[in-house]
């Protein structure tokens, strides 16, 4: 084949290491910047300890919360992430089934939402029972008969997929807004 003429003043173009050194080092300082931030103050990863959200989160599957919520991103069905109210340094996974101005009972395991059960609506998750308490008369226990409680501002009422594996509002009431970590993607 024929050479390529060069043009006057062209010079040859060669690999300049420094030059290739100073953008790999500034891409790379950018990528790890980028993602601990979006680690960090977006969202992370979350993996369930319990069998609490069983069988929607079975206990070892790695899920992803979303630390940018607000009260209004917050709707009924949604999984969230929550700092436990009496025990520090424990979080909860579980279900708003109650926002502020709803009435929430239970009867017999069955939840109502102002005068509705969860039954007469379609649910798009399935709820499981492992009842392995021991037997006791229903009137010992409120966490199957849970009389009207109405859901206060900026507050939730939140109950587990797994109702009798788990800690939830049935034990330590509603929970303010300020306690939700995330909400699960």
């Given at each position: 084949m024929f050479p390529l003429k060069r043009e006057f003043g062209e010079k040859d173009k060669k690999f300049d290491k420094k030059k290739f050194a100073q953008i790999l080092s500034i891409s790379l300082t950018i990528g790890f910047t980028f993602a601990f931030i979006l680690r960090v103050w977006i969202f992370f990863p979350f993996v369930p300890e319990t069998e609490e959200m069983s069988p929607t989160f079975p206990k070892?599957?790695?899920?992803?919360?979303?630390?940018?919520?607000?009260?209004?991103?917050?709707?009924?069905?949604?999984?969230?992430?929550?700092?436990?109210?009496?025990?520090?340094?424990?979080?909860?996974?579980?279900?708003?089934?109650?926002?502020?101005?709803?009435?929430?009972?239970?009867?017999?395991?069955?939840?109502f939402r102002n005068g509705v059960s969860e039954r007469e609506e379609k649910l798009p998750f399935q709820l499981q029972y492992k009842d392995a308490r021991d037997p006791l008369p229903s009137t010992h226990s409120n966490r199957d008969n849970l009389s009207t409680v109405l859901v206060e501002d900026r507050k939730y009422?939140?109950?587990?997929?797994?109702?009798?594996d788990c800690l939830d509002s049935r034990d330590f009431g509603q929970l303010p807004f300020e306690k939700i970590l995330g909400k699960v993607l």
């Open positions: 070892g599957k790695r899920i992803y919360i979303s630390r940018w919520v607000r009260d209004s991103s917050l709707f009924l069905g949604d999984v969230v992430l929550a700092e436990h109210p009496t025990q520090k340094d424990k979080v909860v996974l579980v279900r708003i089934v109650g926002k502020s101005g709803d009435q929430i009972s239970l009867k017999d395991k069955v939840l009422f939140l109950l587990c997929d797994n109702r009798d």
